[in-house]
């Protein structure tokens, strides 16, 4: 079973920046519907962004103007540029998706299809 890589956290400033990119290693993604997800220890994994087959994204309230969910099917790879970074977004960041027939211009975090998570990638936003 495929699953998802992805890369791209680090340590940031309370204001800063920092993108997150995603990828299935030869795979190519453009049928894919694909989210991101994080999770703190001891909380649950939470939606953070998906983004449908073609160009329509959706974002959870509390990142909503500062992260921007884009995707790249020539790389075959998903980003997500997050600007602003509060120290509420610390936690690890996982990227997952399924394959979609159609091109929607629909996508939720709340789909329970979400599926191939990566191992995650440590965001950490501290002064």
């Known amino acids: 079973q495929l699953h998802f890589v992805e890369s791209g956290g680090g340590l940031a400033q309370p204001g800063g920046s920092l993108r997150l990119s995603c990828t299935i290693p030869g795979t190519n993604l453009e049928g894919y519907v694909i989210a991101w997800f994080r999770q703190v220890p001891g909380k649950e994994r939470e939606g953070v962004s998906c983004i449908s087959r073609g160009t329509f994204t959706n974002y959870v309230d509390a990142v909503k103007g500062r992260f921007t969910m884009s995707r790249d099917n020539a790389k075959n790879t998903v980003y997500l540029q997050m600007n602003s970074l509060k120290p509420e977004d610390t936690a690890v960041y996982y990227c997952?998706?399924?394959?979609?027939?159609?091109?929607?211009?629909?996508?939720?975090?709340?789909?329970?299809?979400?599926?191939?998570w990566g191992l995650g990638t440590q965001v950490t936003v501290s002064s």
């Open positions: 997952g998706g399924y394959q979609y027939a159609f091109i929607k211009a629909y996508c939720t975090t709340l789909d329970d299809r979400f599926a191939n």
